[in-house]
């Protein structure tokens, strides 16, 4: 079936500027994790869905990020207010099941002038 | 705390066999994984250990020692497309959130 998929694949805002970034994970996986990669840099974890339990958002770097995910399928990460310091490559990763391996999508490139 | 460590940078040659190793120190062990990541493309899963020993799959080999809190990563064989970044990442005790090492870029050569 069909992968991770992310949209929008290439995000450039201004500064203050809210963004969205979609998330759809691989149809039937539970858990569903937020990344943040900075150029050159490792994976910073975000923010975490399994099922219904409530999310771990203990990753997130400040209170204008937030993440919402309907039942065991799409997710949104909203950025308000966007610094230039946003600018990174956002994943999503989906699981088939607990701790199991990661699989991700292509990203979205946000990059905030 | 979580920490993971591994080399920045390393080079071979095609044809050569590349050893990618990986410290970590972690509460509680949930296994370790290895992912590769070809530059400006997504993390994609080589191996995923639990257990000390060697596990084999190809070209692509992984080892843990738990006792040590070490792994590596074998690369044999060496192919030019070879060449990307290997994330280590170990799970957070008693969690499923994976802390992700830097990453070490391999560069094959003719």
């Known amino acids: 079936g069909a992968g991770v998929s992310q949209s929008p694949s290439n995000k450039v805002t201004e500064k203050g500027k809210d963004v969205e970034l979609r998330c759809d994970p691989i149809s039937g996986h539970t858990a569903l994790y937020w990344y943040r990669q900075r150029l050159g840099q490792g994976l910073e974890f975000l923010i975490y869905f399994q099922g219904n339990s409530a999310p771990d958002k203990s990753g997130l770097p400040s209170d204008r990020f937030s993440a919402e995910r309907t039942g065991e399928s799409v997710s949104t990460l909203t950025i308000q207010r966007t610094q230039q310091e946003d600018s990174a490559v956002y994943l999503c990763a989906s699981t088939r099941e607990n701790g199991g391996e990661q699989f991700f999508g292509p990203g979205t490139r946000l990059t905030v002038l | 705390g979580q920490n993971i460590d591994q080399p920045t940078e390393m080079t071979a040659t095609e044809g050569a066999i590349v050893q990618i190793n990986c410290t970590y120190q972690t509460s509680g062990f949930n296994g370790l994984f290895w992912y590769q990541q070809h530059a400006g493309e997504a993390p994609t899963f080589l191996s995923y250990?639990?257990?000390?020993g060697l596990e084999e799959k190809g070209r692509f080999s992984s080892f843990l020692s738990r006792s040590k809190g070490y792994s590596y990563l074998l690369l044999k064989e060496l192919q030019m497309k070879d060449s990307a970044s290997y994330l280590c990442a170990v799970p957070k005790g008693g969690s499923y959130i994976p802390t992700f090492g830097r990453g070490t870029s391999l560069i094959v050569h003719p």
């Open positions: 250990n639990v257990l000390d």
